[in-house]
């Protein structure tokens, strides 16, 4: 069992805390410049359970921040956005997850296999931000809440291993996360969750 304090110091303590101290430091420097582009990297984790609840905590913080840091900062031209990948490849997740000799063989750890093996590289989150940082109308994005997939689908881009990102808001990638891959294969690309429906996901209200 994990020590509550320590898994907390660990996430917030050591992530939150650094995401605002980056970012009060970095948006000092912009608002002189009065040009600007920060990007909290988060995760579908801010609005619904994922992992553990100190993880939940602070993606939900990180989101706010950039809703909060953007009131404060657009009247600057300085652009706050949260950016939320798909499921990434990450180091760990490659050597613990979608290491077969490690996976446990469990329906719960065959199902995320099956999910991360679709996932992005680590990459696809910069190659995003490039092209936010190049978009000369990004402060109308400012405060938002922004997933890799669909700005693969604005800009035009490809992860670096020439896959379009994970599509987390298609109907067939729910269905196939449920277990329903056969069915999935039958939905078009095209029907997807609204943001509205994502936002009604969550157990705020």
């Known amino acids: 069992e994990t020590d509550p304090v320590e898994q907390w110091d660990v996430i917030n303590g050591v992530g939150l805390?650094?995401?605002?101290?980056?970012?009060?430091l970095a948006s000092r420097m912009m608002v002189k410049r009065q040009q600007?582009?920060?990007?909290?990297?988060?995760?579908?984790g801010g609005?619904?359970?994922?992992?553990?609840?100190?993880?939940?905590?602070?993606?939900?913080?990180?989101?706010?921040?950039?809703?909060?840091?953007?009131v404060e900062l657009k009247k600057q031209n300085v652009t706050f956005i949260s950016l939320w990948p798909g499921p990434v490849k990450t180091e760990y997740i490659q050597e613990n997850i979608l290491n077969a000799n490690k996976n446990d063989g469990s329906p719960a750890s065959l199902q995320s296999a099956k999910m991360f093996a679709k996932g992005e590289t680590i990459e696809c989150a910069g190659r995003a931000i490039i092209h936010l940082a190049n978009d000369k109308n990004v402060l109308k994005k400012t405060g938002r809440i922004l997933q890799t997939c669909d700005l693969a689908r604005e800009y035009g881009f490809t992860d670096i291993d020439g896959k379009v990102p994970l599509d987390t808001r298609s109907l067939g990638t729910a269905l196939s996360r449920a277990g329903w891959s056969g069915l999935a294969e039958y939905v078009p690309d095209c029907i997807r969750f609204?943001?509205?429906?994502?936002?009604?996901?969550?157990?705020?209200?």
Request: glycine share 6%.
């Open 17 to 24: 805390r650094n995401h605002y101290i980056c970012a009060t």
């Open 194 to 205: 609204p943001l509205w429906m994502i936002h009604f996901m969550s157990y705020k209200f």
């Open 36 to 44: 600007g582009l920060i990007v909290n990297i988060s995760s579908f």
């Open 47 to 70: 609005l619904k359970y994922l992992f553990n609840v100190a993880y939940g905590i602070g993606k939900a913080a990180v989101d706010r921040m950039a809703a909060d840091c953007a």
